[in-house]
């Protein structure tokens, strides 16, 4: 489908609810230039829909062999940026067609935009349907939560760098390790993971939360409609996090897509064995122009 028409998607689901026991799962296939924002957000403001469905993930599938030329491409980039910027699994296929410098190659491209994923290799699209199913990414049950653990303890935000001088590295990760692209993809798209030492407000947050997600994006798109430009404005396209929040002994998860998030509360409790916060919140956020010094201004104060 595509992301203009999501009201009749609505409705088509709407119909299939009724007729559930003939289903175990709904699987939704974007068209190749879709921006599925507004197609995930639109399972939060159906209260309807919302409670009989839930969303479990966002996959998205890389042309291996032509990836690195659509990021380079000025007529899909920013599209192709923004369908793997959502993903909450990447599936590099046709890995068969390239040799194993230029799969790096793709691989590091990708990451550019989303190093928080998790993924996976394929070929001709044969993949273990565990991978791509079940797999829990917008709720507070224990794998999303393990999820987040994994791409904050990592230190895996990635930013670009500058194409001169040459010798500049293209991209850079907490590690300074993995393959550097041959051909650098110039973007403002980057992700970046957010480590706070306190505990939060919980009207406080979601204060911020609502201005950053929502009324920033919104004001933000109007300018870049305005000037003609995808990347003239910060815009945060997801958000991932563990919450602590004062006087609740519990941790919160935090999801956010497009201009809509949710802040929950988990089966988590501070300090428990599954607690691996050391007493920090957590944040992933993934998006365009991102200024980390203005997000943590924003949330902190």
């Known amino acids: 489908i595509c992301c203009t028409v999501k009201d009749s998607l609505l409705s088509t689901l709407e119909q299939l609810v009724l007729h559930q026991d003939r289903f175990d799962y709904i699987v939704i296939e974007t068209t190749g230039m879709a921006n599925p924002g507004p197609i995930i957000s639109s399972f939060w403001t159906d ?31 920013y599209e192709v940026q923004q369908q793997i910027s959502y993903a909450d699994r990447i599936l590099m296929n046709k890995a068969d067609l390239v040799d194993q410098q230029s799969y790096e190659s793709a691989l590091a491209a990708v990451k550019q935009f ?117 990347d003239s404005s910060m815009k945060i396209y997801r958000m991932k996090g563990i919450i602590h929040i004062d006087g609740d002994n519990t941790l919160h998860v935090l999801q956010a897509v497009h201009n809509l998030f949710d802040l929950e509360r988990s089966e988590y409790t501070k300090g428990s064995e599954n607690d691996k916060t050391n007493g920090q919140s957590l944040l992933i956020i993934i998006g365009a122009s991102l200024d980390e010094s203005y997000l943590r201004c924003q949330l902190e104060t």
């Open 47 to 77: 209260d309807n829909l919302g409670s009989r469905l839930r969303i479990d993930g966002v996959i998205c599938v890389v042309d291996s062999a032509n990836i690195v030329k659509y990021l380079q491409s000025s007529d899909i980039s």
């Open 114 to 230: 989303n190093n928080f994923a998790v993924f996976g290799q394929s070929v001709r699209g044969n993949v273990d349907l565990d991978f791509v199913l079940a797999i829990n990414s917008f709720s507070s049950a224990h794998g999303s939560i393990q999820g987040i653990y994994q791409a904050t303890s990592d230190n895996q935000a990635v930013f670009c760098y500058p194409c001169e001088p040459a010798n500049t590295p293209t991209t850079i990760s907490g590690s300074e390790a993995g393959t550097i692209p041959k051909a650098h993809v110039k973007s403002t798209v980057s992700s970046l993971a957010l480590r706070f030492d306190r505990a939060f407000d919980l009207k406080a947050l979601q204060a911020k939360l609502d201005y950053l997600v929502y009324e920033q994006n919104i004001q933000d798109n109007v300018r870049s409609e305005t000037t003609a430009s995808a």
